[in-house]
């Protein structure tokens, strides 16, 4: 590339060296008018490593503390995938050094968390956008186009989501996702987040009225949650309901229910392939005479996709930041609110757990 | 066929001419061993014209009541598929003369009116068998024996079940399925019934501990429901969550996960071709490095059918009673016990919207 191109580009700084940042980071590295500029670890042997280890441009700035990344004049963004315990200390130290920021979901704790980042954000004028990716792919939007075609798939009755995977013995113990002090939400937090997020993006981002927690969840020997699900309502008769575990076999399953159609989708959030992704879509489905079959069965959609979704995720983010920093662009709210959306619904349902179950209106 | 093999078949005599009777009659005529001997209805006009309009065979008895059906010394199994008001009152009639029982599902509005049949089933030395078809699919006993397999498929812990059609608003207030006087379990009974037993079929028809209803149950003006859902409990972790519809789009989906393996189906309860079935079965997926998608992902399975899942269903029925009829065989416990548990958490699911959502324990 030209070095006036490289300079234009927008600057990521990265604070650690969790296991999701060699992900986030091949995306920066592959996506337009993007790069890596900092990578910073509590320990700058680390971040070498780090570095080495994952090929990230040699001319990465490295530094031994997290610090150090938000002092970096040049840091556009700065990408947050440490322990969700720490999110609010460094969103918020971000947003005051100015710094837009990518954040690992989820997000905050508690919705009190998420309004303080997102007031920090605000009055900084910073944007936030949080990870989750498969919402930048473009079967995503190619299956929203029929969610809301009326002839096609007519009102929204229902969303179904599963979201499984069955972690190791170690995991359930000791992996970050599973301890207290360091993301208390376990496996809401972790997965019931994309169901959510899927909840929600299925009835176009209109918050439902109240939920009720699934009775039984499963809590590991330190109380954070390893199973649990949700009934969300709305008013009008439509429904959603969830299941995430880390304790059943791998399995990410989302059903949407018109009253004229029908959409599935057994990998909506990561896709068994990069570049072709699929996912069914049936209206109308007709039963043959005496019901002894089906006249039609769910159309196979197939899409392609120029770019892996977290790297449509790196050139969306950049995009808007490259906006503001040229001057001709503003904050997109759109991103912000779907991220404290979500919360709002991860949170809710925790206090329905912790409520006996009760039904928690969502305000 | 020979003048001997008729005779020696196993005689059906219908009660009434409810559209699934046309289904029904049909997989009689095709079954081996099976032969519809009459028919009866309020009215012998009637059962007349419904008989010629499906074909029935000519010498089929024709009658202008269920009592002349039930006082034919041929007949050898009833067929009921009345409104599920009046199951109780004609099953122990029939079995009081001592004829097997084929009965349309729901088989009773409670537990205690389907165990005042069990009762008259068991004094007379009759068969019950329910008419939920997909159980004889050979499709169901493939998935199960994965389901058997520990290697594949672990140890089971969830069930998911989506079964929905949106009903024409005709059909909500004035079908029998719709009316409280006929079936008022309303879908419940009619598609809640398929779930229930799909649940227990994927536990090896292992009863849960409880039960409670999700929120937000639907009812038509009549007070009979129309949507509704529930989660089942079982000890060890195991759970299964099901939500039936008569608002929704057609949807019939099935997810059994274990903790080493997915089973989905989308047409559990009738098969999108009468000869070839499949399903997706997947067991340790692995995600790529990076998670950038998935070494492998669901194998489709195809089973051929070599008779529509009815024609399986009146098989089976009819060889049970033809080795009764010849002395060589017993009742087989297996039907009744099936038809009972499904019975149970059908009501159970009920017991829990009625009593505002509490759990409901499985006794």
Redesign the interface.
């Known amino acids: 590339m030209g070095e006036e191109e490289a300079v234009g580009r927008v600057r990521f700084g990265v604070l650690g060296c969790a296991d999701i940042v ?2 986030v980071a ?1 995306a920066i590295g592959m996506a337009k008018g993007a790069t890596i500029h900092a990578l910073g670890s509590r320990s700058l042997e680390k971040a070498k490593a780090f570095a080495a280890d994952n090929n990230f441009p040699t001319q990465t700035k490295l530094y031994g503390s997290y610090a150090e990344v938000l002092d970096d004049a040049d840091v556009d963004v700065v990408y947050i995938p440490l322990p969700t315990t720490l999110h609010l200390e460094w969103a918020v130290k971000a947003a005051q050094k100015k710094k837009h920021v990518l954040l690992e979901k989820p997000p905050a704790l508690t919705v009190e968390d998420m309004d303080k980042m997102i007031e920090s954000f605000d009055r900084h004028g910073v944007q936030l956008m949080d990870g989750t990716m498969w919402v930048h792919h473009p079967r995503t939007a190619r299956m929203a186009e029929l969610l809301n075609n009326p002839q096609l798939f ?1 009102n929204l ?2 969303v ?1 989501s ?1 979201f ?1 995977y ?1 972690a190791s013995h170690e995991f359930l113990e000791k992996n970050i996702r599973s301890r207290p002090d360091l993301d208390a939400l376990g496996a809401q937090g972790d997965i019931g987040w994309y169901c959510c997020r899927a909840i929600l993006w299925a009835n176009d981002y209109q918050m439902p009225q109240n939920v ?1 927690a ?3 969840p ?1 809590f590991n020997a330190a109380g954070v949650i390893m ?1 649990c ?1 949700a ?1 969300f ?1 709305w008013e009008v ?1 439509r ?1 959603a ?1 969830y ?1 995430a ?1 880390f ?5 990410t ?1 989302l ?1 949407v ?6 959409l ?1 989708v ?2 909506f959030c ?5 570049t072709n992704a699929s996912f ?1 879509f ?4 007709k ?1 043959k005479p ?5 006249e039609n ?2 159309d196979e959609h197939k899409v392609i996709a120029e770019v ?1 979704q977290e790297v449509a995720m790196i050139e969306e983010l950049s995009r808007i930041v490259k906006n503001i920093r040229d001057g001709e662009g503003k904050i997109d709210p759109f991103w912000p609110s779907i991220t404290r959306k979500t919360q709002v619904l991860v949170n809710a349902v925790m206090e329905s757990i912790h409520s006996n ?1 009760d ?1 928690v209106n969502i305000t």
Chains 1, 2 share one sequence.
């Open positions: 060699r992900k091949r007519g009755k229902e179904h599963i499984s069955a009720r699934m009775p039984a499963i199973s699900g009934t309502m008769g429904l309901t299941h575990s304790l059943s076999h791998a399995t399953n059903t229910q018109g009253t004229r159609g029908t599935h057994e990998d990561i896709p068994f392939e990069e069914k049936i209206s109308d489905m039963p005496l019901f002894l079959g089906w069965r769910p892996p179950f039904i």
